[in-house]
């Protein structure tokens, strides 16, 4: 469906409060809640809905916000998002697909996938009791094109195919020129939220500066759309493992392959599409071959996953390989003068725990209370950065341990537990009808401590030489580390890495 872009001559100038550029799921639902204020406001999006995006895995913690954004600035269909059962319900026409909880399976070179009755080699655990209730695989072409439409029936102007050239501020007001079909336009606006997702316009028209400095984690991700994959639980019954006791399908997870290399993201969607991702750790293995053959030769060396693909083709959208370069990034700034970088524009760490959505949007959720409060001095903007600088190098620490605890899965599973509790304790708090500050509740010194320590030890073992009975050790400290943030039974034996629900009544 095409959108509806309201008429203009060449010659106006549009004058809103608010600019935001960049149309993703960020961009629009700042957008409709800034208008739901009051605001007047101007959306830019250099593509054309609906367009590929990346970024699909849904947490309880997105789900969560959602629905306190839907009933804050009267927008009901951000609740329709936030479950799976609703969602289908209201919008099945839009893409998406279950996501019972987080799966991950080790694989080694050559070898065929391994486990046993104890499930040693396989770790489920799920977010919600059921289907009804579970988070989403959001197919972002469709989630981000419905939200577009969102946006200008609320009225919001969506400027499609649209590049802004230049950026001038004077007299307390942002002079925006944009380009569009060979025309030139402006807007005169108060602010500009940049929700671009990259560096790139927050460096060309405010001078901040982007880098990977000081990331434990070094990664990159070759990432693509299947159709025709096989499923992975026929995979496993088919060559008899016991999935009896599975919490849920792990085809209905954000299914994780771990390879020596980095891992692989498995994310389907109800129209048997399949989002794909090889996740390659730079600290040990870096890529440089041609797209293609770099996907053949990394499958093809884990049989058990080469086997899901014996049918798949690319989807005819992206239709391609599509290469990240470094995942980690952050600005030296997220605001200035009259300007604000949503978070991921400012700064992002790795696909892997999916940490992206719920991120996102509690960082629109802080900027979106900035607005509603009018607090636009120096000082709520340095303390609003200082957050999202916690958040990220928490999310880095949780990730960095669990890439450095890959070649033992037991430890691996250790390390994460540290994203599940504090997860755990974000739901519990804003349970308690608390919103905490920071995402994954990055300003609590305690828990950002058990983080820190545990990464700490981690780092040391895996320098020392993995030895498997370090490994032992550490996990049981890891065990009574989390053990006052662990009301779900994290790390207990008897479960036999079979979690049947961690986010309690969601
Ligand atoms: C490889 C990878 C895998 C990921 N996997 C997950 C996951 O499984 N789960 C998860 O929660 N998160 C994941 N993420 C993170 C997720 O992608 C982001 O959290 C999410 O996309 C942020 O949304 P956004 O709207 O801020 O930005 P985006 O989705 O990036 O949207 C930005 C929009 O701005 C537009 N734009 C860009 N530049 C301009 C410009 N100059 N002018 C106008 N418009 C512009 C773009 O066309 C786009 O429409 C992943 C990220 C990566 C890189």
């Known amino acids: 469906m095409q959108l509806q872009e309201m008429n203009r001559s060449d010659s106006n100038i549009t004058e809103v409060d608010v600019t935001v550029v960049g149309s993703g799921f960020a961009g629009t639902i700042a957008a409709m809640c800034l208008k739901q204020m009051g605001y007047s406001v101007a959306v830019i999006e250099r593509g054309k809905h609906p367009r590929f995006s990346i970024g699909e895995s849904s947490t309880p913690i997105a789900d969560m916000i959602l629905r306190t954004l839907s009933e804050s600035y009267n927008l009901p269909f951000l609740k329709t998002m936030s479950r799976y059962g609703t969602w289908q319900k209201h919008h099945p026409d839009v893409v998406c697909g279950l996501k019972r909880g987080f799966s991950y399976y080790p694989h080694k070179k050559g070898e065929w996938f391994e486990s046993n009755a104890g499930h040693e080699n396989e770790l489920l655990v ?40 230049s950026a001038e501020r004077e007299n307390g007001n942002w002079n925006l020129h944009y380009q569009k ?16 997702g990259s560096s790139h316009f927050s460096n060309t028209f405010f001078g901040a500066n982007s880098s990977p400095d000081g990331f434990e984690t070094n990664s990159s991700a070759v990432f693509t759309h299947f159709e025709n994959a096989g499923h992975w639980l026929d995979y496993l019954t088919q060559n008899e493992f016991n999935t009896n006791d599975y919490p849920y399908n792990p085809d209905h997870s954000a299914l994780h392959q771990l390879i020596e290399e980095g891992w692989i993201w498995m994310l389907r969607f109800n129209n048997d599409r399949l989002s794909v991702g090889i996740v390659t750790d730079h600290n040990s293995h870096v890529i440089n071959e041609e ?30 390989f599509i290469h990240s370069g470094r995942l980690q990034r952050k600005l030296n700034k997220s605001y200035g003068d009259g300007w604000f970088a949503l978070s991921h524009t400012y700064g992002f760490v790795d ?21 509603k409060q009018r607090k636009f001095s120096n000082s709520e903007n340095i303390i ?10 928490l999310i880095d620490k949780i990730v960095s ?5 890959r070649p033992h899965f037991k430890l691996f599973g250790a390390s994460v537990m540290l994203y599940f509790i504090t997860s755990i304790r974000y739901e519990q708090s804003r349970l308690r009808g608390e919103i905490p ?15 820190e320590e545990t990464h700490s030890d981690i780092k040391k073992w895996n320098r020392s030489g993995r030895d498997p009975q370090a490994a032992e050790s550490l996990i049981s400290v890891i065990r009574k580390r989390i053990a006052p943030y662990n009301p779900v039974g994290l790390m207990d034996p008897a479960k036999k890495n079979m979690y049947s629900h961690t986010a309690i009544e969601l």
Request: proline share 3%; hydrophobic share 35%; glycine share 6%.
């Open 126 to 165: 799920a977010a919600s009791f059921d289907d009804e209730n579970s988070d989403t695989n959001w197919l972002r072409s469709d989630t981000d094109h419905f939200l577009a439409k969102k946006v200008v029936e609320l009225g919001v102007e969506l400027w499609e195919e649209s590049e802004v050239t």
């Open 181 to 196: 079909g060979g025309k030139t336009f402006s807007i005169q606006s108060k602010w500009i939220i940049d929700a671009t």
């Open 401 to 405: 341990s669990s890439y450095l605890s």
């Open 384 to 393: 609003s950065q200082d957050k999202l600088d916690k958040e990220l190098r």
């Open 351 to 371: 696909p892997l725990h999916s940490t992206g959505i719920a991120y996102s949007l509690c960082g629109v959720e802080r900027i979106l209370s900035q607005f």
């Open 291 to 320: 797209l293609a053959q770099y996907w053949n030769e990394i499958i093809s060396q884990y049989p058990s996953v080469e086997k899901i693909f014996d049918n798949a083709q690319l989807t005819p959208v992206p239709g391609r």
């Open 437 to 451: 500050d920071t995402f994954l509740c990055a300003g609590d010194s305690d828990l950002i401590a058990i983080v």
